[in-house]
Each structure stands twice: as structure tokens, then as C-alpha cells.
């Protein structure tokens, strides 16, 4: 089946640094979505992604759709405290119709 | 816009009852909802595709009469655990879909799933 691998699992980081994450497949999607949660909650949508080569932005975060289609990757520039959370990785295919989710990437931000 | 409600946030049910969960669109119209299970420190998986008016699609694995799921309407669809057991406990979440908008799915605020 579809599978998406996200690197790293975790990340500890200094607040202000930058961070980044990636979601590599062995199958192309039409579509990348990047959400972040938070514990005990749904996870939010940060980022969609529909073109391949599309570089979007909102605010402190960048994500690209890769121009293979088979991978993509999200940026945070000068981290805060609150970015703490997990943030996943999604792949929608148009052949299942489904949304395949990444294992997720664990950010922790020290003041 | 793209909200989407999910009732209740927790429930603490008996060993051997049934567990409805609500998952509603408020402001827009859900042709297609999912939902998923999560296990503490992993990701989404996705249990089942409800759409509205007909029977819903189950991934390998999941029992159906296990798991009962109704999508009566454009903006509710109800998961039910049925004669539910410790090892169902788990955090459920809806997602919704606005065609309108394109492939983007929006989530419910989960619901955690204590039995007892």
C-alpha cells in the first residue's frame, strides 16, 4: 500500500532556529498537506499544496511540493515555544481517494 | 470557515455498552467523512470513508459491526463502538471534506476513549 516516511521523528531545538521536516514516497500524489497537533486535540491544517514545484508560505512556515510528486517538505523559520507540538505530513491520492499520513515529527522548542 | 465538531471530547464507557461519537460540518457541506484512530505517540489511521447516503467504505481490518458508522446527512456522521472492550480504548477523530475547497480535509477535535 501507499506509505509516506517523515523525517526526523523528533527534533529539540533552540527557540529561534530553524527547523525542518520532510515526507518522501514511493507513489505520487496530487495533493501534500501539512498539519501540525496538538496533545489531546484534531490535528490543523498549516499548508496545501497542490502543484507540483508549489512553494507556499504562511507566515513563519514554507512547504513545497516536490517536482516529482513524491515527496515534500515544510520549513519553520525563528521557532517560539509554541510550535511545540507534532507535525504530520499528508498525501492525497486520486486513484484511493485517501488521505495517507506521514508517522509525524515531534518538535520541541526550549526558551 | 471549515469547521469541524466533534462530540463528545471524552467519554468513559463500561466494558460491554456502545459509544456513539458525533462528527459534524458547521458551515459546510461533508459529502465524504473519515475516521481515524490514533494510539498514543503514533499516527493517524484511517478506520473508515463515510459518505453521505450510502454504506461506508472499511479499511482491512477494521470490523464493520464493530465499528458502525452512519452518514445520514451533508454534515453528520456518527461512529459507534459497539459492546466496546478495554483494548477499544483509544483517541478517535473525524475529518471532513469540502469538495468546494479541493482535497483538503479539516478534523474534529478528537474524541478520547476510556473503557472501563
Known amino acids: 500500500g501507499q506509505q509516506l516516511n517523515q523525517s526526523p521523528q523528533s527534533m529539540f531545538i533552540q527557540e529561534g532556529e530553524d527547523v525542518s521536516m520532510n515526507c518522501t514516497s514511493s507513489s505520487i500524489f496530487n495533493t501534500w498537506l501539512w498539519y501540525k497537533q496538538d496533545p489531546g486535540e484534531g490535528p490543523v491544517l498549516l499548508i496545501a499544496?497542490?502543484?507540483?514545484?508549489e512553494l507556499t508560505s504562511n507566515g513563519r512556515l514554507t512547504a513545497q511540493f516536490g517536482i516529482t510528486r513524491k515527496d515534500s517538505f515544510l520549513n519553520i523559520s525563528a521557532s517560539i515555544p509554541s510550535d511545540v507540538g507534532i507535525y504530520f505530513c499528508a498525501g492525497h491520492s486520486s486513484n484511493t481517494g485517501k488521505l495517507i499520513f506521514g508517522q509525524g515529527t515531534t518538535l520541541q522548542v526550549k526558551p | 470557515g471549515a469547521v469541524v465538531s466533534q462530540h463528545p471530547s471524552r467519554v468513559i464507557c463500561k466494558s460491554g455498552t456502545s459509544v456513539k461519537i458525533e462528527c459534524r460540518s458547521l458551515d459546510f457541506q461533508a459529502t465524504t467523512m473519515f475516521w481515524y484512530r490514533q494510539f498514543p505517540k503514533q499516527s493517524l489511521m484511517l478506520m473508515a470513508t463515510s459518505n453521505e447516503g450510502s454504506k461506508a467504505t472499511y479499511e482491512q481490518g477494521v470490523e464493520k459491526d464493530k465499528f458502525l458508522i452512519n452518514h445520514a446527512s451533508l454534515t453528520l456522521s456518527t461512529l459507534t463502538v459497539t459492546s466496546a472492550h478495554p483494548e477499544d480504548s483509544s483517541f478517535y477523530i473525524c475529518s471532513a471534506r469540502d469538495w468546494g475547497r479541493g482535497t483538503e480535509a479539516f478534523f474534529g477535535q478528537g474524541t478520547r476513549l476510556t473503557v472501563v
Open positions: 499544496l497542490y502543484k507540483a514545484g
